[in-house]
């Protein structure tokens, strides 16, 4: 099989405004980036603001583990199947961050022959809005210093400052650091941090912002710190939403590339799905509801994180409504929920088939829990048994859920035609009645348990008593109404990453309580959340070079 990057190079690309004018979209209405990248402009919007909505599928996932699911290659597939089945769709997809490019995880662009192009741009500096996400976030970390070192008027207490710098590389040695050594003319002497550029609230915010003066709002309410008095310090009250804005001007207007296939993808933002909300941003997400018949769009990391979130706080803060989701899963990372061990996965195993295919099922009940038809995907590999693909095929027609293979990395959109096929029945047959978990007019408390309960399985949540404070006091500023970004594992429905399958007889400890005011939602941190990565003994940036003027190693 040939390398993601080789087959992604050797793509002939269609020219950007050539690939816009098939959807209706005029050069004028572009701002082109190069030849083969654009950002949608603000008149666009305004003229197709008032388009009757395509239909909304989401693709999601089992939760991750060592032996892959596809869910971005599933998503990229769908769309160009849907476009042979004669539909027009768009795919809405989240933008790549340069630490997993250059650790462990590698790109976000798909792979084989279901990919967005040009995919080197996109996983390196695409169209420079982490950068602006980047430089937004450190200046006002620099303003803030800065204030304390000029007279602190504001009564900023030192040992009370939540906001962060940020990078967009994965560097351990930056968690914890101490800034201001040196001389008095070097500012003020304290204990300081650094994560990742996803993991930043102006990150969340640019996904949730319906446009600049909604933007300028969320920004002015991020909360950097509290007073002496207990009370918080916001961004406006250090009067750095303007320069922040300036800095956000571009990056908040959604990117537009293409499949393989030459179907519109509009990539957008990222968020961390396991410390923010983990999807696209609203407006990329709103673009392809107008700009194509059936948009599809991803949620990071596994249902119980990524899809929650999608519905719980994304939908619900910006109105949407899904009519279908994709749950994602293979074979082989069905067998290793069930014990089997990573080097036997290509061997037929109904055994451990059987025991890991629970993790499926809950999210099953997860996803029909919020009202919306569920289609399982079985990213299909080579070594996968007709025992193995019918056993869980059966599985899910016994729960209600459609059921389809997907070949879709090696054969593109004519190996997601069943996929298709499948979720157009769903949308012709089956009405979605969408009912979020979290009910907002609930306390956070409340909130926080129905999450825990009902979509992880746990028995109860134990709050300690950092926790139970930090939960009084926000509710106490008025952010009782806000949805919960619940920060746990990937790998586990639990807090716990070694519980893999569908974990019996757990509860869920809630460690610490922040409030994203500005994005619009209250963190919960379950376990050991790391929201600064660091890199592998053998990274894959080792491999990333560049040869008669192209890149290659990059994955």
């Known amino acids: 099989m040939r390398a993601d990057i080789e087959i992604a190079q050797d793509a002939e690309l269609m020219r950007i405004r050539e690939l816009a004018a098939r959807y209706g979209i005029g050069e004028e209405e572009l701002e082109l980036y190069g030849k083969y990248k654009a950002k949608l402009s603000d008149e666009l919007w305004e003229r197709v603001k008032d388009r009757e909505d395509g239909k909304l599928v989401l693709v999601t996932a089992i939760n991750p583990t060592p032996a892959g699911e596809g869910k971005t290659t599933t998503s990229i597939g769908l769309c160009d199947a849907l476009n042979l089945r004669g539909r027009r769709t768009v795919v809405a997809l989240r933008e790549p961050s340069l630490g997993p490019c250059f650790g462990i995880k590698g790109g976000a662009a798909g792979g084989g022959y279901a990919q967005v192009v040009p995919m080197e741009d996109l996983n390196l500096h695409f169209t420079g809005d982490f950068h602006a996400i980047t430089s937004a976030n450190n200046l006002l970390a620099a303003l803030l210093d800065n204030h304390i070192k000029q007279?602190?008027?504001?009564?900023?207490?030192?040992?009370?400052?939540?906001?962060?710098?940020?990078?967009?590389?994965?560097?351990?040695?930056?968690?914890?650091?101490?800034?201001?050594?040196?001389?008095?003319?070097?500012?003020?002497?304290?204990?300081?941090?650094?994560?990742?550029?996803?993991?930043?609230?102006?990150?969340?915010?640019?996904?949730?912002?319906?446009?600049?003066?909604?933007?300028?709002?969320?920004?002015?309410?991020?909360?950097?710190a509290y007073n002496t008095a207990g009370e918080p310090v916001t961004a406006e009250a250090l009067q750095a939403v303007g320069a922040m804005a300036a800095l956000l001007k571009d990056a908040i207007k959604p990117n537009i590339i293409q499949t393989l296939e030459h179907n519109m993808a509009i990539v957008h933002g990222g968020p961390f799905a396991n410390i923010a909300h983990g999807c696209n941003s609203v407006q990329a997400t709103r673009f392809a509801m107008?700009?194509?018949?059936?948009?599809?769009?991803?949620?990071?990391?596994?249902?119980?994180?990524?899809?929650?979130?999608?519905?719980?706080?994304?939908?619900?803060?910006?109105?949407?409504?899904?009519?279908?989701?994709?749950?994602?899963?293979?074979?082989?990372?069905?067998?290793?929920?069930?014990?089997?061990?990573?080097?036997?996965?290509?061997?037929?195993?109904?055994?451990?088939?059987?025991?890991?295919?629970?993790?499926?099922?809950?999210?099953?009940?997860?996803?029909?829990?919020?009202?919306?038809?569920?289609?399982?995907?079985?990213?299909?590999?080579?070594?996968?048994?007709?025992?193995?693909?019918?056993?869980?095929?059966?599985?899910?027609?016994?729960?209600?859920?459609?059921?389809?293979?997907?070949?879709?990395?090696?054969?593109?959109?004519?190996?997601?035609?069943?996929?298709?096929?499948?979720?157009?029945?769903?949308?012709?047959?089956?009405?979605p009645d969408f009912r979020p978990v979290q009910i907002l007019t609930d306390s956070l408390r409340q909130k926080i348990t129905a999450v825990a309960e009902r979509i992880y399985g746990a028995d109860g949540v134990d709050f300690l008593p950092k926790a139970e404070k930090e939960l009084e006091r926000l509710t106490a500023l008025g952010f009782g109404g806000l949805p919960v970004c619940m920060a746990k594992t990937q790998y586990s429905f639990s807090d716990d990453p070694k519980k893999l399958g569908r974990p019996r007889n757990f509860r869920i400890t809630i460690r610490d309580v922040s409030v994203s005011a500005g994005a619009g939602f209250v963190v919960c941190l379950t376990g050991e959340i790391m929201t600064m990565p660091g890199l592998p003994k053998l990274p894959a940036a080792n491999g990333i070079d560049v040869e008669d003027g192209k890149i290659i190693g990059l994955f």
Request: charged content about 25%.
């Open 151 to 224: 007279g602190n008027a504001l009564q900023i207490d030192p040992k009370q400052i939540n906001w962060k710098r940020c990078l967009d590389m994965n560097d351990r040695a930056l968690r914890n650091i101490i800034i201001g050594l040196g001389g008095r003319a070097d500012g003020v002497v304290r204990e300081d941090h650094f994560v990742i550029t996803v993991a930043s609230e102006i990150m969340a915010i640019l996904c949730l912002a319906d446009n600049m003066e909604d933007l300028k709002k969320r920004l002015g309410r991020i909360i950097v």
């Open 290 to 431: 107008k700009l194509g018949e059936i948009a599809v769009t991803e949620a990071g990391f596994g249902a119980d994180l990524g899809a929650e979130k999608f519905f719980d706080i994304k939908c619900q803060i910006a109105g949407l409504r899904p009519d279908a989701v994709v749950l994602v899963a293979t074979v082989r990372a069905l067998k290793y929920n069930g014990g089997a061990a990573k080097t036997a996965l290509s061997e037929e195993n109904l055994t451990a088939l059987s025991d890991g295919i629970v993790n499926l099922e809950k999210h099953i009940e997860n996803l029909q829990s919020y009202g919306v038809p569920v289609i399982v995907a079985i990213n299909r590999f080579a070594t996968d048994t007709e025992r193995e693909l019918h056993f869980i095929e059966g599985f899910c027609r016994e729960r209600g859920a459609e059921f389809a293979l997907s070949e879709v990395h090696g054969r593109g959109g004519e190996g997601g035609l069943a996929l298709a096929d499948a979720v157009l029945r769903s949308l012709e047959e089956r009405k």
